[in-house]
Every structure is written in C-alpha cells, then in structure tokens.
Nanobody, 127 residues
Framework: QVQLVESGGRLVHSGGSLRLSCAAS????????MGWFRQAPGKERDIVAA????????YYADSVKGRFTISRDNAKDTVYLQMNSLKPEDTAVYYC????????????????????WGQGTQVTVSS
C-alpha cells in the first residue's frame, strides 16, 4: 500500500503561482512513477503532469506546458507540482497518483495505469 497526501491548494489570483506537494508513505517511493491529475466539476479527470521514478522522464499536458513543472525528491518521498501563470481554467481538484512502474524512464499518462490516489486538493484561480 502507498498512502498519498496532497497539500498546497488554495485560492489564487490569475497570473499567480502555487506549489502543490504530495507526500507518500508505505512502500518504496522510488519504485513508483508519479502523476498529477485534475478534475473540474462535470469533467473527467485529466493528466496534468507525470514523472518517472528516476525523474529522467517527464510528461506535460499541452495546456500546462511552459507553466507547470513536476519534480520529485525521492529522499523525502515527495512529488511537487510548481504552477506558474495560473489561469481561471486551471481551477480544479488536483490529485496525486502513484503507478508501480519499476523502469526508471517510463511515465504513466492515463488514470487506469495508476495504482494509488490521494484525496485531492482544491485549486481555485480567480479572474
């Protein structure tokens, strides 16, 4: 089992920045590829960014490229999502997820590939 706890979500003005954190506990964090997803009301849960366990490979949704950065600190069992130049359309519940992928260069980009999920943290961007 892997437990994931997100933090850092809050209300921010358009153009602002936030850093989300996801702390993991349980099994060896470094064996898991990690991802950030988001879900707005009435919409599907979509990938935002993903990172392999070695951090050698990252993936970003087109809508966040150049604005968001995913990173991880395996010594702290934590993955981060730095969000800059936030827009109202970034408003959603953001979820952290872990996928058991032992190959260090592979990321997972769809929800069904993930084994564990956090409870989510609300990000609201006002215009």
């Amino acid at each position: 089992q892997v437990q994931l706890v997100e933090s850092g979500g809050r209300l921010v003005h358009s153009g602002g920045s936030l850093r989300l954190s996801c702390a993991a506990s349980g099994r060896t964090f470094s064996s898991y590829a990690m991802g950030w997803f988001r879900q707005a009301p009435g919409k599907e849960r979509d990938i935002v960014a993903a990172i392999s366990w070695s951090a050698s490979t990252t993936y970003y949704a087109d809508s966040v490229k150049g604005r968001f950065t995913i990173s991880r600190d395996n010594a702290k069992d934590t993955v981060y999502l730095q969000m800059n130049s936030l827009k109202p359309e970034d408003t959603a519940v953001y979820y952290c997820a872990a996928a058991r992928i032992p190959q260090g260069v592979i990321v997972a980009t769809v929800p069904r590939e993930y084994d564990y999920w956090g409870q989510g943290t609300q990000v609201t961007v006002s215009s």
